[in-house]
Nanobody, 115 residues
């Protein structure tokens, strides 16, 4: 069984920064892809950023240059550094791992960008 535990969400003013962290535990060997998705009210869940085991990254166009994903393969953790946050970044952020042809999701952490 795989569990994902997220932390780091909260309320921040526009232009501010937050760092999200996710730790995976359970029966895990090498995780092919780890990443973050988000879902705003009334919208579909969308990709924010992912990173493969080998270090290849994929970012949504809306966050390029502002968000940075990083992972520690030894610890099975993935972080998302979010800078220059905008009100449109407000959403529930979900950690995701793709392992053995299955997707696993965290419980979500709220990020609110507001003055």
């Amino acid at each position: 069984q795989v569990q994902l535990v997220e932390s780091g969400g909260g309320l921040v003013q526009p232009g501010g920064s937050l760092r999200l962290s996710c730790a995976a535990s359970g029966t895990i060997f090498s995780i092919y892809r780890m990443g973050w998705y988000r879902q705003a009210p009334g919208k579909q869940r969308e990709l924010v950023a992912t990173m493969t085991f080998g270090g290849s990254t994929n970012y949504a166009d809306s966050v390029k240059g502002r968000f940075t994903i990083s992972r520690d393969n030894a610890k099975n953790t993935v972080d998302l550094q979010m800078n220059s946050l905008k009100p449109e970044d407000t959403a529930v952020y979900y950690c995701n791992i793709y392992l053995s042809q299955l997707n696993y999701w965290g419980q979500g952490t709220q990020v609110t960008v507001s003055s």
